[in-house]
């Protein structure tokens, strides 16, 4: 069974960082794009960033571009989201996708999910 695990969620002040973790278990992902999602209350899931197979290729959000890095260790089959100058705007459900594809052509398509971590900005 394949599974994608999201930690490093919490509460965090208003300009604070947090590192976002998904660990995946049951097969390896080192062949493919990942990419991260969030969901805030009454809104619906949106595209965060993501990164290609290889570590070097990413894509951002304009919401987040500049604040947010997305991160793979392929040794560790792990992927991170780095998540600095926090806004309680960037308050949501956090979630962890992987797709089938090595990379991307213009938008991320998410095959996998991990179930989420909540992440709460404070003013």
């Known amino acids: 069974q394949v599974q994608l695990v999201e930690s490093g969620g919490g509460l965090v002040q208003a300009g604070g960082s947090l590192r976002l973790s998904c660990a995946a278990a049951g097969r390896t992902f080192s062949r493919n794009a990942m990419g991260w999602f969030r969901q805030a209350p009454g809104k619906e899931r949106e595209f965060v960033g993501c990164?290609?197979?290889?570590?070097?290729?990413?894509s951002y959000s304009d919401s987040v571009k500049g604040r947010f890095t997305v991160s793979r260790d392929n040794t560790k089959n792990t992927v991170y989201l780095q998540m600095n100058s926090l806004k309680p705007e960037d308050t949501a459900v956090y979630y962890c996708?992987?797709?089938?594809?090595?990379?991307?052509?213009?938008?991320?398509?998410?095959?996998?999910w991990g179930q989420g971590t909540q992440v709460t900005v404070s003013s």
């Open positions: 996708a992987a797709s089938n594809a090595r990379s991307w052509n213009g938008i991320f398509i998410p095959n996998y």
């Open positions: 990164i290609g197979w290889i570590g070097i290729s990413t």
